[in-house]
């Protein structure tokens, strides 16, 4: 089994910076890609960042120029920066992986979620 474990949320004001964290851990025989998404009261859940294990990434055009991804791919980490927070970034956070747990058999792994909530 899989476990994905994110941390870092909290209270910011306007302007200001959070970092998150996401560990998975467990039978992971290979990662194909990690990335972070967003629920906000009333809205469907929506893709904020992502990462391939070859470290290519991708933005919703949202967070672009503010937001940065990263990952540790031999800690089974990922990382989410956020810079210059807005209140329209105001939600729950939370971690996707997708891995095998044995060679060619694929599947998604979802966090508990974090909250993030931007003042103004």
């Not at 870092?8 to 302007?15: D, E, F, K, P, T």
């Not at 927070?85 to 105001?90: F, G, H, Q, S, V």
């Amino acid at each position: 089994q899989v476990q994905v474990v994110e941390s870092g949320g909290g209270l910011v004001q306007a302007g200001g910076s959070l970092r998150l964290s996401c560990a998975a851990s467990g039978s992971i025989f290979s990662i194909n890609a990690m990335g972070w998404y967003r629920q906000a009261p009333g809205k469907q859940r929506e893709l904020v960042a992502g990462i391939t294990s070859g470290g290519i990434t991708n933005y919703a055009d949202s967070v672009k120029g503010r937001f940065t991804i990263f990952s540790d791919n031999a800690k089974k980490m990922v990382y989410l920066q956020m810079n210059s927070l807005k209140p329209e970034d105001t939600a729950v956070y939370f971690c996707n992986v997708h891995v095998a747990v044995v060679a060619n058999f694929w599947n998604n792994y979802w966090g508990q979620g974090t909250q993030v909530t931007v003042s103004s």
